[in-house]
């Protein structure tokens, strides 16, 4: 049974740092992407980064370039989001999410984890 965690979220001013964290249990193959997505009760679940673990490709939302750095955690399974330079507009749950394959869609994804919360105050 696959299993995705979650966690890291807070409070924190514009222009300060947080970073997430996931971990994803129970998957059998050695390539699957781990990715962030955030949502914000007026918005879609829109895509932050994408991670393929046990290959080479990462992407990021033009919205977040340069400010977000998604890399791999010392556990094999797990990923973090390095969130830098933080705007108020970054105030969104946050989800991470496991697929057989990296993509924008969040269909794409069988598993979920169960959200944390950003907040960024101006």
């Known amino acids: 049974q696959v299993r995705v965690m979650d966690s890291g979220g807070g409070s924190e001013q514009a222009g300060g740092s947080l970073r997430l964290s996931c971990t994803a249990s129970?998957?059998?193959?050695?390539?699957?992407?781990l990715s962030w997505f955030r949502q914000t009760p007026d918005n879609e679940r829109e895509g932050v980064a994408l991670f393929l673990l046990g290959g080479y490709f990462t992407d990021y939302a033009d919205s977040v370039k340069g400010r977000f750095t998604i890399a791999r955690g010392d556990a094999k399974n797990t990923v973090y989001l390095q969130m830098d330079n933080l705007r108020p507009e970054d105030s969104a749950m946050y989800y991470c999410?496991?697929?057989?394959?990296?993509?924008?869609?969040?269909?794409?994804?069988?598993?979920w984890g169960q959200g944390t919360r950003v907040t960024v105050s101006s």
């Open positions: 999410a496991a697929g057989v394959r990296c993509s924008w869609v969040k269909e794409a994804y069988s598993h």
């Open positions: 129970g998957y059998s193959r050695s390539s699957y992407c």
